[in-house]
């Protein structure tokens, strides 16, 4: 059989001893090998995945095709398609961003999504923060990450929701002052019409925006000003992203104009500009666009987020919000995060502890030895050019605890460093791996399977691990042997290493 098929048969056979079905099998062994492919977000992507954004049952604006669209000047965003999701990645301030994945409407893929998201995020040494993630899903969150998250959610990005069939009717006491406003407005503009807008119109709505940013934008924020920017922007896509546009004119002249978009039950309003010397315009042209865009199917009306702005958020929340729509920032917490600094762990026979300058010289030998050293996953060779010094190593390790990378250990024997032990590739679900290696002189001695014990034990007992992890390479017999002993048992292989992983249980 192919050497992938064969793989996938021993592998399977480990498997079943920790009660996994062939289907749960195939899908984790997928999962674990994928390294997601992500790519820069371009129009031809939105339009070719439209039917995700007009399933979408978030009430979040940030999951919409015109949102992607308008805001790509301010996150560097790629995206990549996997378990039937969208999933997005954005930069942001120096920062990495993950979205919630965006499915249509199966939350098993998105589970899924989460899994191959984790995946990526450790294979590429990147931190997992999710942002915009709904509220809905925040019990899935805290089911998956354990209740140690940081999370925010602030008010400024909130975006405001509204009943539908309110902004189509205007009726009751709380609408009376947009009543008013649109009375009045028809007493003085009689003539008014409200049109339907298109690709078509491109020329009349660029003419109005023009107008619009010379009698109200002059003075404006530079945010205001990259706003209408994107408002340009989004006018050329108006018929390939599906969008529904319109205005009103007044002698024939355009002097208002609106864009929205269907996603799920919500028409969300992501465009709404007027010409204020128009008295009443504003309430006119939302009461007007609402009637001529919601059906039946669609229950809410979305305009979107504040932004901090003082009179934005005061003329949203005259409108009547049925619900302010929560967006969730959330970064995970991983068992080395709460670790402010190195153990000491003793055995019978070994110490282990932190390697300081004392051992610089030993551990130089033990780090320069690239014979030895082929099986550790990780050759500083390939990032370094130069003759290295006993300092540049130990900075090394110093740098990866303090970044949260790895927890590194020395192995003390008679008071001798003999080798280091680490854990590192911390997950997000309360597992991590271990490695470990020798000075060539301490080998035999049993040495490794006592120190890999003991700090196995201090991860399941004072980190609260549920599973540790750990491979090597399939040529290195003695450091399988090595595991085995130490309790781990092996649960996959592929063509170049041994998998294994063990719990507090076993």
Known sequence: MGSYIAILYQSLKIYAGFGLSQTEFFKQFEILHMNLEFKKLTIDDIIENRDYFCACGFHISDYSAAFKYMWQQYFTEYYVKVENCLVFKEYYQG????????????????????????????QNNVRLHYTSVPKERIPLMVERYGSELRINNRRRWRDYLYNAQDFVTYSGKKYSGQRNHVNKFKKLYPQFEFCELGADDGDEIRKFLHEFARRQIAKGTTIAREELESVYKLTEVLGKLGLKAGGIRIDGRLVSYSVGEVCGDQLIVHVEKALTQYEGIYATTAHEFARRYVTEEIKYINREDDSGDAGLRKSKLQYNPVALVD??????????????????????????????????????????????????????????????TPEFFMRGIREDFKNKEEIPLGIFYQQALAGEVVLHNFGYRNDCEIGMRLLPEFEGKGLAKEALILLMNYAFFELDIETVLAKCNRENERSKRTLLSAGMRECGEDERYYYFRKTASM
């Open 95 to 122: 920062r990495v961003y993950f979205h919630y994945p965006m499915s249509k409407c199966c939350e098993e893929d998105e589970r899924r999504a989460l899994d191959a998201i984790e995946q990526y995020c450790r």
């Open 327 to 388: 967006k969730y920032n959330i970064l995970p917490h991983r068992a080395i995060d709460g670790v402010s600094h190195l153990p000491n762990l003793n055995g019978e026979r070994i110490e282990i502890r932190e390697i300081t300058d004392i051992n610089a010289n030993d551990f130089y030998r033990l780090e320069y030895d690239s014979e030895r050293n082929k099986y550790w996953g990780y050759n500083w060779r390939e990032h370094f050019s130069g003759e290295p």
